[in-house]
Each structure stands twice: as structure tokens, then as C-alpha cells.
């Protein structure tokens, strides 16, 4: 057995339309083994097309898309190497969370008992042998995971996990992940909402119309100057510690005891306690992020097409 | 392959409709049964009488009809039910090479086809052979040709199987293929078959080709050899299946 050392997935200039809709265009990325990356964009951007591709479910009109070095057709066993999240809706009504995992095992040839493993992991222990049609959003969510999981793959793709789940679930889906990642795994998770994601993934690959537009840690992806919100009843005692040995100081006053601060939180801190300047709130900076994002999805005036 | 099948047995028997189509089944198997020999002493039946070895492969042939139309239906919805409820997807990421995915599906709705053909016959023979015995007709099981019929008949709902598959591999839509098979088989062949001026050429249709296979004796139709029956009808479900597998089952799954 041949031993490959490349990054978890490629894909390379896929292309991909859809009538006259380019739904991906000259897309190459990569996602390096035992990272967590986010596969970002607004919704329509060609974010599930593109996972699609990777899995062997739509054929590309040109490029590539390989996992561990191969295209997913060709992986003898393809659920010990990723699984695979695509919807939360892809499950005969009638029959039970159970049934359907026992289906796959069945037919990949995993154990039956694998099917119950995988369903107390995602918490649908108690649920699993009641039909699906019942379940709520948020537990087919679990279920496509559980489904994804039956192999133990090396890989996870997941599209959208986190919609339809309560922020609970959501708190649980990014544990369950950094966990899986820190075994050494690699996740590759879409979302179209930045927020859900910026606590969790290490890498971003962001999408706009079908096109790459960043691809990189998410710290990159933030250029812009470190801030923090303060509030303190000593503004002038802070500011007088802050000045020293700095040129300009840029603040913003947004409240007689509440400031916008262009300095690293940390350092904030750091400065407080030395000049023992009491503080009611210190709040690192995060909609530069944000912004970024925004700014990097959204669509310019310039790039519409004439109606 | 063998874990594929083992796996369109599971999806089949976890959810109720084969049940269901088996109970349909063989109530209509018992409808045409009773239907049959209730007005076999009528002047204008189409039927050879009942003592003649024509007249009992005719009556058993009737486990055929009472069987093929729904498992092809039945069939159908196994593979069109992966579109609808979009379980195709987790199917061809388990199995990503899709032929394989049509094969297991055919070779199981032909065992269900069998099987369903089984059933069926033990209900004729069941309303039959205490029924005759009233009219003074003893039926010798082995006798008259029977087992011949008995083998055409499980041998054509086996191939109704083939058929729905390869039928709903093709259309993909679940209420058109559902449908078109009834409507098809209920009301469209009856139509063209009861044409005497389309004789030659509605002795090829699914209907009459199953006729010539389970050995079916009326009086006012010619059919096929039982083997070209079986021929005609098996050309059809590969037909389809191939058509199916070659073009519309290589789609997107989107």
C-alpha cells in the first residue's frame, strides 16, 4: 500500500454550471490533513455544488476533485476514508434513525452494532428507533452526522451542519468537531454564517459566485488593527497609562466611561492591572472580521449582471 | 455485490409497502381466481374448460396477474423512492459506482418478484383445488403442464421486478413511473390487446408476452411460445435497466 502524503483534499480548476448559471468557477483549493477548515460564502455561492463534485455526486465540466489522492469513485472503501454530511433531509420518512444507519453498515459491510455506536456519539440514543419523519430539524442534523461517521473516515465533509440546530446543539457540533479534529482528522464544514464558524475552524476558504476569493488561516483573513471595547469609571487614569511611549493613541469616546480602543485587549489588560485602573468591561474587537467577510462576499455594483 | 442486495433487503423490510403489495397481491389473485372459475361454465367465456389441461395453466397463470403489476410498482418505488426521499445520495456515496446500485436493485425485486409469484400460486391453488373438487374436477398438481406454468409464472413476476426497476431507473420520478405502469397495464394493453387488427404486433407488449410465458389459453388471442414470451418480457426489463443505468442514473444527485 502506497503511502500518500498530500493534502487531505484538492480540488483543481472544477468547473461546474448549471444551465446558463456558473455555479463554480476555476475553483483550486486545498485542505491540509488535521486542520478544521471553513468552506465560507454567502448562500448560492456554490459552496454545496463544490462538495458535491469532491464526493462524486455531480460531474464536473472540467478540473478535479480528489480526497487522499484519489477521486472518491475510485476509493475502494470510501466511508473509511470520509464521510459525509451533505442534508439533513435525505431520509425515508417511514423508517427509524436505526434502520437507516443499518442500511449503510449493511451495505459497506461495517457491523450492525456500528449503527448504534455512532447514534449514542451524536446524543440520538434514545430517539433511534423511532421513524424519521418525526425527528426535528436539529436531530436529523445528528442523524446525517451519525450517518457520516459510520466508517470512522479519516475525512469529514460536512455542508451546513449547524442549520436547524438550537445554540446548544450548536455549542455541542463544535466540540464534537475540534474534538474529531484533534485526533488528528481533518473537517472540511460549510456555512454561509461566518459567526457560527470563527470560534472553530483553523483554515477559511471563502467563496463568492462560484469563484475563490481567500483561502487561508483565519487570522489572515483579519488585516485590519486589533481593537477592544473599555468601560471604566477611570477613563482619564487609562488613557493617561495607555499614552505613555505610544504616538497616536486612537480612541473613540462612546460613553462617558465606555471607549473604543485601537489596541490588542491583551494589552489593555496588561496596562489596567500595572496602573491598578479599575475595569468594568474589556471586550476584544470582532466585527473587523466580520467586515472582512462581508466585504470579501458581497456582491460590488460593478459585477452585476445587466438586467 | 452480495452485501448490496443483503443492504436493498433491508431498505425493503423496514419499511411496510411490501407488506402492503403483498396483501394487494394476492387479494387480486384471489379476485381473478374466483372470477374465473365462477363464470367458467358461462356460454360466453373466453376460457377452454376447466377439466382440459388448457383450461387449469390458464387458471394458474391468473397468480401472474394478480402479482406482476405491483411488483414492478413496488420496484419502481425502490429505486425512485431514493430520488424522492433523496437517499440517493447516502446510497451512491456508500456504493459511488451506480451501476452496481441498479444491479443489487435488480436482482432483488426479481427475488421479490419469485417470491411474490410463490405466494400467489399457493392462493390459486388454495380457492381452486377445493372449489373444482364441488364441480367434480380433480387437479393432479404435477399433471397437465402445470409445473411448467408455475415456473412461467414465477419466472414473469420476477421479471415485473426487473421491469420497475429498470422503468423507474429510467424516469427517475416516482409518480410518473407509478402511474404509467398502471395506468399502462390496466387500461392502455387491455385497450390495444382487445384490437384484433393489432394482433401482430400487441403479442410483443409486456401483457401478452407474460400470457405466452405462463402458458395462458383464450379463445380469442394467439400468443407467443411461452420461451419467446419469456424472452420478450426479460428484453424489456434489460432494456430499461441499461437505458436507465447508461443515461439517467449518471445525472447529478444535486
Wanted: include cysteine; glycine fraction near 12%.
Amino acid at each position: 500500500m502506497s503511502v500518500y502524503i498530500g493534502p487531505a483534499i484538492e480540488a483543481a480548476g472544477l468547473n461546474k454550471t448549471f444551465g446558463d448559471v456558473k455555479a463554480v468557477d476555476d475553483l483550486t483549493f486545498s485542505v491540509e490533513r488535521g486542520t478544521i477548515t471553513g468552506f465560507l460564502g454567502p448562500n448560492g455561492a456554490g459552496k454545496t455544488t463544490t462538495l458535491r463534485m469532491l464526493l462524486g455526486l455531480v460531474a464536473p465540466d472540467g478540473g478535479s476533485a480528489t480526497i487522499g489522492g484519489r477521486r472518491y469513485v475510485d476509493l475502494p472503501e470510501p466511508g473509511k476514508v470520509v464521510g459525509a454530511a451533505l442534508e439533513a433531509t435525505g431520509f425515508h420518512p417511514a423508517r427509524s434513525g436505526l434502520s437507516h444507519l443499518r442500511v449503510y453498515c449493511t451495505v459497506s459491510g461495517y457491523p450492525l452494532a456500528r449503527a448504534d455506536e455512532v447514534l449514542d456519539d451524536v446524543g440520538l440514543g434514545p430517539a433511534k428507533r423511532r421513524a424519521v419523519g418525526g425527528y426535528s430539524l436539529g436531530m436529523r442534523q445528528r442523524l446525517a452526522l451519525a450517518a457520516a461517521l459510520l466508517g470512522d473516515p479519516e475525512v469529514l465533509i460536512l455542508d451546513e451542519p449547524a442549520n436547524g440546530l438550537d445554540p446548544e446543539g450548536i455549542v455541542w457540533m463544535r466540540r464534537f468537531l475540534r474534538r474529531y479534529a484533534d485526533s488528528g482528522r481533518t473537517v472540511l464544514v460549510s456555512s454561509h454564517v461566518l459567526t457560527e464558524m470563527q470560534q472553530l475552524v483553523d483554515q477559511v476558504v471563502i467563496l463568492r459566485r462560484g469563484r475563490l476569493v481567500r483561502q487561508g488561516s483565519l487570522a489572515e483573513l483579519s488585516s485590519g488593527p486589533p481593537w477592544a471595547l473599555v468601560k471604566t469609571p477611570e477613563v482619564e487614569r487609562l488613557l493617561a497609562a495607555l499614552g505613555e511611549g505610544v504616538a497616536d493613541l486612537r480612541v473613540e469616546r462612546l460613553a462617558p466611561d465606555a471607549l473604543r480602543i485601537e489596541l490588542a485587549a491583551a494589552h489593555i489588560g496588561r496596562v489596567a492591572v500595572d496602573a491598578r485602573v479599575e475595569l468594568h468591561e474589556l471586550t476584544p474587537g470582532r466585527d473587523d472580521l466580520e467586515q472582512a467577510f462581508f466585504e470579501l462576499t458581497t456582491e460590488h455594483e460593478s459585477e452585476r449582471e445587466p438586467a | 455485490m452480495t452485501s448490496l442486495i443483503a443492504g436493498e433487503f433491508r431498505k425493503l423490510f423496514t419499511t411496510r409497502l411490501w407488506l402492503w403489495l403483498l396483501v394487494g397481491a394476492m387479494g387480486l389473485t384471489a379476485l381473478y381466481t374466483s372470477l374465473l372459475i365462477g363464470f367458467s361454465e358461462d356460454p360466453d367465456t373466453m376460457t377452454a374448460p376447466l377439466h382440459s389441461p388448457e383450461g387449469q395453466r390458464t387458471l394458474f397463470a391468473v397468480a401472474s396477474g394478480g402479482a406482476n403489476t405491483l411488483v414492478a410498482v413496488l420496484a419502481a418505488i425502490g429505486i425512485t423512492g431514493e430520488f424522492r426521499h433523496k437517499t440517493a445520495t447516502a446510497t451512491f456515496l456508500a456504493t459511488p459506482r451506480r451501476g452496481q446500485v441498479v444491479a443489487a436493485k435488480l436482482a432483488t425485486y426479481a427475488l421479490v418478484g419469485a417470491a411474490y409469484g410463490v405466494a400467489c400460486l399457493f392462493v390459486v391453488t388454495a380457492i381452486a383445488m377445493p372449489w373444482l373438487a364441488t364441480k367434480g374436477i380433480e387437479v393432479g398438481l404435477l399433471d397437465n403442464g402445470l409445473p411448467g406454468t408455475y415456473a412461467g409464472v414465477i419466472a414473469d413476476v420476477a421479471i415485473f421486478g426487473l421491469l420497475g426497476v429498470g422503468l423507474g431507473a429510467l424516469l427517475r420520478n416516482q409518480v410518473a413511473t407509478v402511474v404509467g405502469l398502471l395506468v399502462y397495464r390496466f387500461v392502455a394493453e387491455p385497450i390495444l390487446t382487445g384490437i384484433p387488427a393489432l394482433d401482430s404486433w400487441t403479442t410483443y407488449l409486456p401483457g401478452s408476452a407474460s400470457a405466452a410465458l405462463t402458458q395462458v389459453s383464450l379463445t380469442t388471442q394467439e400468443y407467443l411460445r411461452a420461451w419467446e414470451g419469456g424472452l420478450v418480457l426479460a428484453g424489456y426489463g434489460l432494456l430499461f435497466a441499461g437505458a436507465g443505468a447508461l443515461f439517467s442514473m449518471r445525472r447529478d444527485i444535486t
